[in-house]
């Protein structure tokens, strides 16, 4: 890592650029390995063999994936609804366990927390197809460290002039990165994390569904439905990346007004849902299109309810599917993203299995 002299040296260098600088570092070093995303029930059950409890089968997929990463053929990274469900464990003793073998086996090493892999994924859209070439893939731009697995921050308003706090705020970041996650909870120690139950998410979910069900005619609709909706959280990012264009080309765009402002972002959001909606844009608006997906088919199948563990589920799928080679999850979750009016992980080309014995035997399936 660079000294804070060095930092010091290259003011014209924005924080931005160097942790973009950074990422793609990382990215690039990852791009040989295949990525293996474990759910919580097989990161459990691989602590569980590394004290020597649970099955010979356990023991052997754990040896597996050890020899895999030293080997340098795959890594098994986490994401933050991994990070979250960690932090329910409320034995210290085994979720520092939990924790010290997921630095091990992921190599440090997170997606982006989900907004800003949906701002990525958009921003690429919009880049793409705005005249720019040589665009880094997105497999180069969702990677961190561990320590930012709940978003990236740094320093700001300091009391220094602005050279010195650009200098702080790499140097900073220089620290964290190298800052592993089992000291993370070793440093936030046993305080409640927030948003670890979403038992209260998913009844208000299931009154909205329940109040528009007569509505939905089709599986079609209502994924048209479901697109919108999270389009409608995420649209204003557009506006952003719009002006961060301007900046590459050397064009400073006056700040729109609040009602500008609005129509702008009701344009972009349009254009967004179109392109999902149309299946113009699945292969790079990954996250959105899976989150759509999975809320579709569940609101479709009239006879389910959403239940909190749903939506931890759903977010492991939307990281697992879109940047990973296989995923190892519930037997429920691999049935839906498998199902053919989905077709999830044909469509982005990741392994889904279901038990340690087909966990075995497709990293049989690497050699």
């Keep these: 890592m660079p000294s804070f002299d060095e930092h010091l040296s290259e003011p014209d260098i924005t924080i931005d650029q160097y942790v973009r600088r950074t990422q ?3 990215g690039q070093t990852l791009t040989r390995r295949r990525a293996v995303y474990l759910d919580t029930k097989f990161w459990i059950l691989l ?3 590394d004290r020597n409890a649970g099955t010979l089968k356990n023991a052997e997929l754990l040896d597996m994936l050890r020899r895999g990463v030293a080997e340098h053929v795959l890594f098994c990274p986490i994401s933050e609804s991994t990070f979250v469900e960690l932090m329910k464990q409320s034995d210290p003793a085994s979720r520092l366990a939990t924790a010290t073998l997921i630095d091990e086996l992921s190599l440090s090493t997170t997606l982006l927390q989900e907004d800003m892999r949906i701002s990525t994924e958009i921003a ?6 705005s005249g720019h070439t ?3 893939p997105l497999e180069h731009l969702v990677w961190c460290k561990l320590s930012y697995v709940l978003g990236i ?8 002039d602005s050279a010195t706090e650009r200098a702080i705020q790499k140097s900073f970041f220089d620290h964290m990165w190298t800052i592993s996650l089992s000291e993370m909870i070793t440093i936030i120690g046993d305080g409640e994390m927030p948003g670890t139950d979403l038992s209260n998410i998913a009844t208000t979910l299931n009154m909205g569904i329940a109040a528009h069900a007569n509505e939905l005619r089709s599986f079609k609709q209502s994924y048209a439905a479901e697109a919108r909706g999270i389009v409608d959280l995420v649209g204003n990012t ?3 990346v719009m002006m961060s264009m301007a900046r590459d080309r050397g064009i400073t765009l006056a700040q729109p007004t609040p009602e500008e402002r ?3 972002e009701n344009g972009f959001k349009n254009l967004l849902a179109f392109a ?5 844009a699945h292969e790079t608006l990954r996250t959105m299109h899976i989150l759509a997906s999975l809320h579709a088919s569940l609101r479709w199948n009239k006879g389910r309810k959403f239940k909190g563990n749903d939506l931890f589920d759903f977010h492991h799928a939307a990281a697992a599917l879109a940047y990973c080679d296989a995923f190892f999850t519930e037997k429920s979750l691999g049935t839906m993203v498998t199902q053919s009016n989905l077709s999830l992980s044909k469509l982005y080309n990741c392994h889904v299995v279901a038990d340690v014995e087909e966990a075995i035997n497709w990293l049989l399936s690497l050699d």
């Design 24 to 26: 793609i570092a990382l």
């Design 47 to 49: 602590r569980d063999a």
């Design 124 to 129: 690429h859209l919009m880049y793409a197809n």
């Design 134 to 136: 040589n665009l880094h």
């Design 153 to 160: 921050m740094h320093p700001t308003n300091t009391m220094f």
């Design 238 to 240: 557009t506006i952003d």
């Design 262 to 264: 609005r129509k702008s």
């Design 276 to 280: 999902l909606e149309h299946e113009k």
